[in-house]
């Protein structure tokens, strides 16, 4: 059984920055695959950004949304992933999630295509106040 626990959340104003943390325990053999996703009040849930681990090493997407000011990392040990978030927006406010997929293949993790991960966290919120 994995888990998938995120902290780092909180209330900022537009411009300030926040760092999100997601903790990942339990058997994440062959998982290559990780993901931010935030989903706002009355929208839809949506890529935030994600990490493909293949042979090569880690590859990083991003939504157009945030590209230049977040960044996405793991760690080694792939059993932390991070979201750096910078120059804050108040249209960045919602609830953030991380989610893990495993076999998926490196364009079906940079689309960021939901369905296809199979564990998720329980979120953390991010409110920017402008």
């Known amino acids: 059984q994995v888990q998938l626990v995120e902290s780092g959340g909180g209330s900022v104003q537009a411009g300030g920055s926040l760092r999100l943390s997601c903790v990942v325990s339990g058997n994440t053999y062959d998982r290559n695959c990780m993901a931010w996703f935030r989903q706002a009040p009355g929208k839809e849930r949506e890529g935030v950004a994600t990490i493909y681990t293949g042979t090569t090493g880690d590859s990083l997407y991003y939504a157009d949304s945030v590209k230049g000011r977040f960044t996405v990392a793991q760690d080694n040990g792939k059993k932390t992933m991070y979201l750096q978030m910078n120059s804050l927006k108040p249209e960045d406010s919602a609830m953030y999630f991380c989610?893990?997929?495993?076999?998926?293949?490196?364009?079906?993790?940079?689309?960021?295509?939901?369905?296809?991960?199979?564990?998720w966290g329980q979120g953390t919120q991010v409110t920017v106040s402008s």
């Open positions: 989610a893990a997929a495993w076999f998926v293949r490196g364009d079906y993790c940079a689309t960021m295509q939901q369905w296809r991960f199979g564990a």
